[in-house]
């Protein structure tokens, strides 16, 4: 009976998180805020009033982009606007493609950027730099698109621009650090984009991959308006005391500083008059259809927040504590109870095995399961359906999970402090495999109780 309710419970797990997936949908997405009627293009604003776009204004519609999703995104623009479409080029994964009529697709490198990511993002480039005012062009941006759309600033390469982020990342700087260095290192991303545009009209729609939805954030913001400057980016290598750096970026940023060379485009500039920025997926929507998918299931539900951080073993902890103060006490909510979470977690690194942080939180969870009753259900999973670098979307656990990898010889707190979490549930059979999923808005975390 046990095992029986455990199967259902991981059956309903998986559906929960297969409908939090389905609406985020790049493709249904970018058609829930897009209308076209009446030669008139009326996009949805969020929290504010449509926008509408006269379309007898330009000669030309066009569509550019980068990113995981970004090509079921250009599908939905096709499919709206057809033939009127004269030209597409898009950046994306290793396999995250779609079959386009118009739109030409550049299959790239992520995490690590390529030399295809660069190429891909010249020509996009150089195509924008043509745009007049009778161009309308869509920007369709999604999570992955910072490494999807790498053209390094100047004389400065992609192995030069790699190894001063790994240095950052390595002393420890902020994600926020980092994305200021980035910016100030490239002539695609702060904003840069939208300076080669103008006068053209963009519509820049993203899908978000970042906690909080910052727009100058997702894929290093494009064509959003940067606050950052050389004289900050100066300040965070001192700070770290990065004296060692490549000639090129050091001449660079002294460019910078010594108003040689542009800043990156700020808010109150005429670049900005004719970008429009919306945000059309993100993880709330998700976390919300878990809700609804779970309390059609006959789950009482809560979604605890969107902006979830922090280590991920500290994060899992916490989660696994709820369950079993609804097992003990019925807080926060009596079962059958669907707990939600989302956001993104981090882990630090002190192993050398597979995995990513979706299966790290749930190896921690499942330590803690142990001494619950066989009706505890936690599932961790990226909406990209990529954990790390591995094939799987994340896992799924429950009280006996440790119990299996202890009857095949495996001792779960070695796999944990290995960060080996993928092959301990690869034998265990508690991946969460998806295959790639052509979205991105982080992650979905469950934990159900009956």
Known sequence: MNEDLLKQMRTEAGEIFRSSLEAVDPYLAVKSFIRVEDNRLRVRGEGRSNVDFDLAKYDRISLIGGGKATAPMAMAIEDLFGSMISKGMINVKFGFTEKLGITEIVEAGHPLPDLKGVEGTRRIIDFLEKADEKDL??????GGGSALLPQPAGDITLEEKQELTRNLLECGASIDEINAVR????????????RVSFPATIVNLMLSDVVGDKMDVIASGPFVPDRSTFKEVWDILEKYGLKDIPRTIEEHLRAGLDGLIPETPKANESVFENVFNFIVGSNIIALVAAREKAEKIGYQSLILSSMVEGETRDVARVHAAIAKEIVKTGHPIFSPACIISGGETTVTIHGKGLGGRNQEFCLSAALDLVELPPRVV????????NDGPTDAAGAMVDPYTIRRGKELGMKAIDFLTNNDAYHFFEKTNDLLMTGPTNTNVMDVRLVLVR
Do not use: E
Not at 183 to 194: F, N, P, R, T, V
Not at 378 to 385: A, K, Y
């Open 378 to 385: 936690i599932l961790s999973g990226g909406t990209d359906g």
């Open 137 to 142: 062009i869509f920007s369709l941006i999604s």
């Open 183 to 194: 910016k100030h290192i490239s002539s695609s991303k702060g904003g840069q984009m939208a």
